[in-house]
């Protein structure tokens, strides 16, 4: 059976599947411990040329910590790592190709937003004609042209993130840094600037790694996401086997919204596994094989958008449906959010709004049928 | 209770306009009234009498008699310092001593500053006490000590001699040297204070950014540090320059006798010539010199202020 693409593909570049390729940057084995806390544990990663590669995790992983030890302000504990096949131990910041958008901006207070975008290029020699025509540009892209005189202090946090990013960005360096870039923007602007960073990477040909909170924004601009765990990568992978396909329940749970059902293996072969759940009196039959052993506690892990919703009761016997009572009900505009009762448990579906009007809509106490397809969740066994 | 909390408009209470009443009232009191008497007797005649002057005018003889005196009122004394020409060279000598001195003082407290903003941040309150520590002394010792340093057998010069570097002992004492050396040495705190202060408040991540940015460390501290800390720099030099331009101990205790101050200038003119009336002006004058660099530190203080608001 040939391997089904998990997921819709941006783009056609994939160098990881490749074992050919080389990285261009890469962690080997990077502890990093502040005293006796290990903020960074073991990691290692491969990031290749011309990547947008996210790092995803809650607050205080270790994503700030990596991107310093990237950028040359901490010194890993153990391992190295590597840019373009160099070790970047003992290179000092300002000699690394790298350049790094700080999480809180670090504008210079005493210069004007054209002097800060500038002050980079300057760094390098560059003739004042191309530095006046780089900052326009910069400016133009971070639509600031009307606050170029302006100190940072007379600008919003949002503007002032935008030189940040400019001021990061004005180099052209091999390897971006963004640490959080666009979180102080509201959400039109943060949409336009995510794909005018696209573009840009696309066009400069520049490897962008970026540390986001906003998971949307991960999925948007990202090639592979990483989802970071208390200084761990727990999971690496394109954005759709990550939401489709997550290796964990960690990961299942952190990226978009899940149900997470408790269940028991009752047989499992190399076609396909038979759960029994824990809660409610159904049978979940799924086409992955798992190494688990009979009567062994799992997870099944299925989007809400992948459950099917009719009204009615289960006929008995049937795989992947189970009987439930509606409880609550969300309703979002473009879609209504449904959360019904199995037993003790309770499992949320998600019905797009095609039609503005409904023939007999499902309301509060009704009792429904949950289904879904054979392939529409995965077994996590941690 | 509730609509106290509630109404909490700009408008000052009785309270609140007596608090701000206190420090006007003791400007007022301590200064702006003596300053008044001073400048009064700077008008008046020298006499030979207790106190040495001829009252110019009495505020307690009526409007008439009030009337006639101002009218007698006589700029005497200010034109007499315009044609003695040692009152103006003893005050361009003084401003010139304290330009110079307050430059050193820079020099030697900025690393001291850098220094102390820099070191590990358990350090830092030893250190900052280790430079109020000499304010522990009385500052007439501390000149004084110097002395028994500076002189020709003192301390520096047996130490030079003896490491061979000098064959002859050097004379600094009772020079201008000596003066500068006392002048930095005791108001180097008031420098190191406010510097250290607005050192200490430099966020790191600009010098990294700087760093990130492609610029070499030291290249980060002239084009960020130096430029941030420039408030500390002129707040820690005025409060270096403006009182050593009136100093007076220093120079008479190190200084020698061609050491030209208005310090040493107005005492001589007080208790040798007890010349109460020309001292007076010579004070007014010297005030009038120091009033145009306070002017300029209020209002650069008040820049900042408005920058960080
Ligand atoms: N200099 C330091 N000394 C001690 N602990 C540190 C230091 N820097 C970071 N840490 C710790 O290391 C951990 C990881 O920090 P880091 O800044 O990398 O988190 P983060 O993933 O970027 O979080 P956030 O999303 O909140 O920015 C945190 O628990 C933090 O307290
Ligand atoms: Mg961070």
């Keep these: ?13 994939a160098p990881w599947d490749d074992p050919a390729s080389v990285p261009f940057i890469e962690f080997r084995n990077v502890t990093k411990r502040f005293g006796d806390f290990t903020a960074v544990n073991n990691l290692s990663l491969k990031i290749y040329e011309r990547e947008f590669f996210a790092l995803l995790g809650g607050s205080g992983c270790g994503k700030t910590t990596m991107m310093r030890m990237l950028a040359g302000f901490e010194t890993p504990t153990e391992g190295e790592i590597l840019l373009d096949g160099q070790s970047l131990s003992g290179v000092p910041p300002y000699r690394r190709p790298v350049n790094m958008m700080f999480q809180s ?26 530095i006046a025509d780089r900052v326009a540009e910069m400016l133009r892209l971070t639509k600031l042209e009307s606050f170029a005189k302006r100190k940072p202090h007379q600008l919003s946090g949002g ?64 090639d592979r996401i990483a989802v970071m765990d208390a200084g761990e990568i727990v999971q690496v992978a394109t954005p759709g086997e990550i939401y489709e396909a997550p290796n964990s329940k960690f990961v299942a749970d952190f990226i978009g919204d899940v149900n997470l059902i408790e269940a028991k293996v009752e047989e499992t072969s190399e076609t396909g596994t038979r759960l029994q759940a824990v809660h409610g009196n ?101 | 209770m509730a609509s106290e909390t509630s109404s909490s408009a700009p408008k000052r209470s009785l309270g609140g306009w007596a608090l701000i009443a206190v420090p006007y009232f003791w400007l007022f009191l301590f200064f702006l009234v003596p300053f008044f008497i001073v ?81 590990p941040k358990e350090w830092r309150p030893t250190l900052l006490m280790l430079v109020i520590l000499p304010f522990w002394t009385s500052f007439l010792i501390r000149v004084y000590a110097w002395i028994g340093i500076l002189k020709n057998e003192g301390l520096l010069n047996q130490l030079l001699l003896t490491l061979g570097l000098i064959d002859q002992p050097l004379t600094i004492l009772n020079t201008n040297i000596a003066v500068y050396i006392g002048i930095v040495y005791s108001y180097l705190p008031f420098l190191v204070l406010p ?46 320059f403006i009182p050593a331009v009136g100093e007076f101990v220093i120079p008479d205790l190190l200084g020698g006798s061609n050491t030209l101050m208005i310090g040493k200038t107005l005492w001589v003119e007080f208790f040798n010539n007890r ?27 008040q820049k900042m202020a408005e920058r960080e608001g």
Excluded at chain 1, 115 to 121: D, K, T, V
Aim: aromatic share 10%; glycine share 6%; with cysteine.
């Design chain 1, 159 to 222: 503007q002032r993130q935008r030189v940040a990013l400019a001021r990061s960005l004005a180099k052209r360096p091999k390897v971006l840094l963004l640490d959080e870039p666009l979180g102080a923007l509201d959400r039109k602007l943060r949409e336009e600037t995510q794909f005018e960073l696209m573009n840009l990477q696309e066009d400069l040909k520049m490897t962008f790694l970026i540390v986001t909170h906003d998971q949307e924004e991960a999925m948007t601009v990202a």
């Design chain 2, 39 to 119: 400048f009064k007797i700077s008008l008046s005649q020298i006499a030979v009498a207790i106190p040495p002057y001829f009252p110019a005018f009495d505020l307690g003889q009526g409007l008439q008699v009030l009337f006639a005196d101002l009218k007698e009122l006589s700029l005497e004394n200010y034109i007499f310092l315009t044609e003695d020409d040692l009152y103006w060279r003893s005050y361009v000598s003084s401003v010139t001593i304290a330009a110079i001195s307050t430059f050193i003082t820079l020099l030697v407290g900025y690393p001291l500053a850098y220094g102390m903003a820099r070191s």
């Design chain 1, 282 to 382: 159904y049978v979940i039959d799924s086409a992955q094989s798992v190494s688990a052993s009979k009567g062994e506690t799992v997870w099944y892990a299925i989007r809400p958008e992948k459950v099917r919703m009719e009204l009615g009761e289960p006929s008995g016997g049937d795989l992947n449906s189970a009987g439930a009572i509606v409880w609550d009900i969300a309703y979002l505009g473009d879609m209504s959010i449904f959360h019904s009762r199995i037993g003790e448990a309770s499992l949320r579906s998600t019905v797009a709004n095609v039609t503005r009007t409904v023939e007999r809509p499902i309301s509060w106490d009704d009792k429904v049928v949950l289904s879904w397809d054979r392939d529409a969740g995965v077994i996590l066994t941690e």
């Design chain 1, 1 to 13: 059976m040939a391997k089904k693409p998990i997921g819709p593909v941006r783009r056609d570049y």
């Design chain 2, 275 to 301: 010349d109460w009336p020309v001292s007076s002006a010579v004070a007014v004058i010297l005030l009038l010199i120091l009033v145009i660099p306070i002017v300029l530190f209020q209002n650069q203080q």
């Design chain 1, 105 to 130: 901006y670090a504008l210079f207070p005493h210069m004007n937003v054209e002097a800060n975008i500038a002050f980079g290029l300057k760094q390098d020699d560059m003739p004042k004609a191309e």
């Design chain 2, 195 to 240: 510097l250290y202060a607005s050192l200490e408040k430099l966020d790191g991540t600009l010098l990294e950014a700087a760093e990130d940015l492609g610029c070499p460390p030291w290249k980060a501290f002239w084009k960020i540090t130096l430029p941030l800390s420039i408030p500390g720099i002129i707040a820690g030099c005025f409060l270096v």
